[in-house]
């Protein structure tokens, strides 16, 4: 158990739907990670925050959010959800950002 | 960021040491060497960093070159559990410090 949560574990939505991820960092850490791992893309790095900022943004899509809240938990906002949305979606936490991140387990997220 | 080069896949016996190569010739001289592994669609896990110098930890041995442009991680007693994808980083720098690129890995399977 790396100490990072995320809920829900598994997500079955509708095309055109929105949907948030949540993930609680490991207790102390101030820097979260969003990665999305589809079955041909790999590990794909989304968006880092540090202490409630924006710090390093990936490959994300204009219909996907993040944001990190005061007690430092983070939620992934997908939106206007399309077929090749369906992924795993893992978030990690650091202490901050020059030290090893650890990852949750994920959620499976799955647009039908 | 600096790239880095596994071999696709690797086997190794059970209870023997499996070594990882990794090449990274355009590392730069403030960028870590990180390695994480996957187990079967769980969350990335962390095994082991360094810089310069050789490191080892309850999970691995990280030996790196003395020029820096590669790097191997040693499994000293494989066993089944270790079977799973092996991702060799390098911790990009800058203003995007603390982004982890995952490239395409390593899968080792560990057989009886």
């Known amino acids: 158990d790396s100490g990072v949560t995320q809920t829900p574990k598994h997500l079955i939505t509708a095309t055109g739907q929105r949907v948030t991820l949540r993930c609680s960092p490991r207790?102390?850490?101030?820097?979260v990670y969003w990665y999305q791992q589809s079955l041909d893309q790999g590990l794909q790095f989304l968006i880092q925050?540090?202490?409630?900022?924006?710090?390093a943004k990936g490959n994300i899509l204009e219909r996907f959010s993040a944001q990190q809240f005061p007690d430092l938990h983070s939620e992934l906002n997908l939106s206007s959800l399309e077929l090749g949305d369906s992924a795993l979606y893992f978030c990690?936490?650091?202490?901050?950002?020059?030290?090893?991140?650890?990852f949750g387990q994920g959620t499976r997220l799955t647009v039908v | 960021d600096a790239k880095t080069t596994q071999p696709p896949s690797m086997d190794c016996a059970e209870g023997r040491a499996a070594n990882l190569p990794c090449n990274h010739s355009?590392?730069?001289?403030?960028?870590?060497v990180y390695w994480y592994r996957q187990i079967h669609s769980q969350g990335p896990q962390y095994i082991i960093h360094?810089?310069?110098n050789n490191e080892t930890n309850e999970m691995a041995s990280l030996i790196i070159t003395e020029d820096r442009k590669s790097s191997t991680l040693i499994l000293p007693h494989a066993t089944l559990r270790d079977t799973a994808v092996y991702y060799c980083?390098?911790?990009?720098?800058?203003?995007?410090?603390?982004?982890?690129?995952f490239g395409q890995g390593t899968i080792l399977t560990v057989h009886p």
């Open positions: 990690a936490s650091s202490v901050v950002l020059e030290t090893e991140a650890f």
């Open positions: 207790s102390g850490d101030l820097s």
């Open positions: 925050y540090y202490n409630g900022e924006e710090r």
């Open positions: 355009t590392i730069s001289g403030n960028e870590y």
């Open positions: 360094g810089l310069k």
């Open positions: 980083i390098v911790r990009s720098g800058g203003t995007s410090y603390g982004k982890l690129t």
